[in-house]
């Protein structure tokens, strides 16, 4: 898919971090783009800075995701990509017991089920609702392409660490989705494909110690550092442009095989 001022995408996650990069090399290309997130100030200024329009959007709620993609198609049309990078993420062991008295406790179930709807349900809701969209197009090709998504997991879909039993079931099932969608969809000339991104610089980062980012950068294979937004957001493009990338899960991780802690 050539990548122009003639296509529309949506940006979940958008304000910051890996969507905020991937929203910026869109609209470097000149695709008019729409940013869903729940962070107002910073996904107005994002908007504003690369020409699109902001969306304030939960994507656990059917009825805010269908206002977003009301919204974004009304300034730029029916989107022909879709970007999730919308997700967050928990540190709870699945039992423990207390150093203090020695009481047990499990993994609050209502913690457990927050990570899912928006790492997994609220992707496919994204998903679902973009593709339905997407339908109504037209082909821009022979092939009959109508549209691209990208999907965001994580190396923890393959290698959780501790504490993770959420967070690793919530992007496998990104990854576990990712080809039957494809199927899905592959009459209809719509892509899909997912990224599965290693140790990143992102805000959830930024708070960390100096010596805690050394010791993460360090335990990369190669290159030795934290992943860079805008490395994603290349391998974004390439996944919307490369008309023949569908079906995928791709590690971009620097060789990194997460150890249990």
Not at 33 to 44: C, N, T, W
Not at 79 to 89: D, I, S, Y
Not at 119 to 133: E, M, Y
Request: glycine share 12%; charged share 20%; aromatic share 4%.
């Amino acid at each position: 898919m050539k990548l122009d001022q003639s296509i529309p995408a949506v940006v979940t996650g958008g304000a910051s971090g890996l969507g905020l990069a991937t929203a910026k090399a869109l609209a470097a290309k000149g695709v008019k783009v729409a940013i869903f997130d729940l962070q107002r100030d910073k996904g107005e200024a994002a908007a504003s800075e690369i020409g699109g329009v902001f969306c304030e959007v939960n994507v656990t709620d059917d009825a805010s995701v269908d206002a977003g993609f009301e919204k974004a198609r009304a300034a730029h049309g029916q989107e022909r990509v879709l970007v999730n990078c919308a997700g967050v993420g928990n540190a709870i062991k699945t039992a423990s017991r207390s150093k203090e008295d020695g009481s047990i406790k499990h993994f609050p179930l209502d913690a457990f089920n927050f990570i899912i709807q928006i790492n997994l349900v609220g992707t496919f809701r994204c998903i679902a609702k973009s593709a339905a969209g997407m339908l109504s197009l037209e082909p821009i090709d022979a092939h009959g392409q109508r549209g691209a998504i990208v999907n965001t997991a994580s190396v923890a879909a393959e290698d959780g660490q501790m504490g993770q039993a959420a967070y690793s079931a919530s992007k496998g099932g990104v990854v576990g989705m990712t080809l039957p969608i494809a199927r899905d969809l592959m009459g209809e000339g719509i892509r899909v494909n997912t990224i599965l991104p290693g140790i990143f610089e992102t805000p959830l980062l930024a708070g960390l110690a100096d010596k805690v980012r050394d010791a993460l950068a360090a335990s990369v294979p190669f290159p030795k550092k934290l992943g860079q937004p805008e490395e994603y957001a290349h391998l974004a493009l390439t996944m919307i442009e490369n008309d023949y990338f569908n079906g995928e899960d791709v590690r971009l991780d620097g060789a990194i095989r997460m150890a249990p802690r």
